[in-house]
T-cell receptor, first 111, second 114 residues
Framework: KQEVTQIPAALSVPEGENLVLNCSFT??????LQWFRQDPGKGLTSLLL?????REQTSGRLNASLDKSSGRSTLYIAASQPGDSATYLC??????????FGTGTSLTVIP | SAVISQKPSRDICQRGTSLTIQCQVD?????MFWYRQQPGQSLTLIAT?????????ESGFVIDKFPISRPNLTFSTLTVSNMSPEDSSIYLC???????????FGPGTRLTVT
């Protein structure tokens, strides 16, 4: 069974800093990996989707990379803002249709 | 992309009662899923909602407790039956295509059982 781990569990940074969130997974046989953002008490907002054949995806200040062979993905956030404060979840999709979610990184950006 | 809505957004229910959560997608999607997110934890898949047939349940979840319907490609319901305080969670509906396609989530239903 696929296991997904996210490190760190919580992160607090001053506004303007660049930061990296980490996601690791145990089985490299995946279709894709998706990063989500979740605000307190809310649903999930899709940030980036990386297919298994891709190395990275970019959207605005966000860049996600995927190293399938080593079972790792990173989410890079440039010039962090207080509005980036949220929980960030990564999810991997092995063969089939189910997503396996990580435990999340709770990010706080201090003004 | 797909926009997913859920009703109700939140509810407070008494022990022993049942609640049905509705999920509506604004476009046809191949797959629909129901997840549970217990306080402070990540998402756990309850079941895959299959159009016109019985849902496929994950280990630890059973149809008697979580009956699911999916009459068409844009709508599904999840019922939480005979509720207990342990069922207090956020319930999330998601939809997407098969294989490598992106998955979208509804805003969730926050359920509190007293």
């Amino acid at each position: 069974k696929q296991e997904v781990t996210q490190i760190p569990a919580a992160l607090s940074v001053p506004e303007g800093e660049n930061l990296v969130l980490n996601c690791s997974f145990t089985d490299s046989a995946i279709y894709n990996l998706q990063w989500f953002r979740q605000d307190p008490g809310k649903g999930l907002t899709s940030l980036l989707l990386i297919q298994s054949s891709q190395r990275e995806q970019t959207s605005g200040r966000l860049n996600a990379s995927l190293d399938k062979s080593s079972g790792r993905s990173t989410l890079y956030i440039a010039a962090s803002q207080p509005g980036d404060s949220a929980t960030y979840l990564c999810a991997v999709r092995p063969s089939g249709n189910q997503f396996y979610f990580g435990t999340g990184t709770s990010l706080t950006v201090i003004p | 992309s797909a926009v997913i809505s859920q009703k109700p957004s939140r509810d407070i229910c008494q022990r022993g009662t049942s609640l049905t959560i509705q999920c509506q997608v604004d476009s046809q999607v191949t797959m629909m899923f129901w997840y549970r997110q217990q306080p402070g934890q990540s998402l756990t898949l309850i079941a895959t909602a299959n159009q016109g047939s019985e849902a496929t349940y994950e280990s630890g979840f059973v149809i008697d407790k979580f009956p699911i319907s999916r009459p068409n490609l844009t709508f599904s319901t999840l019922t939480v039956s005979n509720m207990s305080p342990e069922d207090s969670s956020i319930y999330l509906c998601s939809g997407g295509g098969q294989g490598g396609l992106e998955q979208y989530f509804g805003p969730g239903t926050r359920l509190t059982v007293t």
